[in-house]
């Protein structure tokens, strides 16, 4: 069945980095797109980035647009997130998915900016 399985979040101070991965099997990878996806305490989800299967088309929502980068690795299966100049509004559960709504997620990976 799909697994989704994320890793990389932790605690960082504003501006900081962070890197985020999602392992991903039980499914063709290389010709699906995939999705970033967020949800704050006490918020819904919320899209974050999309991918297209060779990496070729890339959308970022608005307010992560110069700050964070999503990029694949169909040899691995892995999807990845780069988070740069972390700001107090990204703090959040992070989760890879197979749609842009969420509906196929892992787990989650927390992320805390905190100072």
């Known amino acids: 069945q799909v697994q989704l399985v994320e890793s990389g979040g932790g605690l960082v101070r504003p501006g900081g980095s962070l890197r985020l991965s999602c392992a991903a099997s039980g499914f063709t990878f290389s010709d699906s797109w995939m999705f970033w996806v967020r949800q704050a305490p006490g918020k819904g989800l919320e899209w974050v980035s999309s991918?297209?299967?060779?990496?070729?088309?890339?959308r970022y929502t608005e307010s992560v647009k110069g700050r964070f980068t999503i990029s694949r690795d169909n040899a691995k299966n892995t999807l990845y997130l780069q988070m740069n100049s972390l700001k107090s509004d990204d703090a959040a559960m992070y989760y890879c998915?197979?749609?842009?709504?969420?509906?196929?997620r892992g787990q989650g990976t927390r992320v805390t900016v905190s100072s």
């Open positions: 998915a197979k749609q842009r709504d969420g509906e196929v």
């Open positions: 991918i297209s299967a060779l990496g070729t088309i890339i």
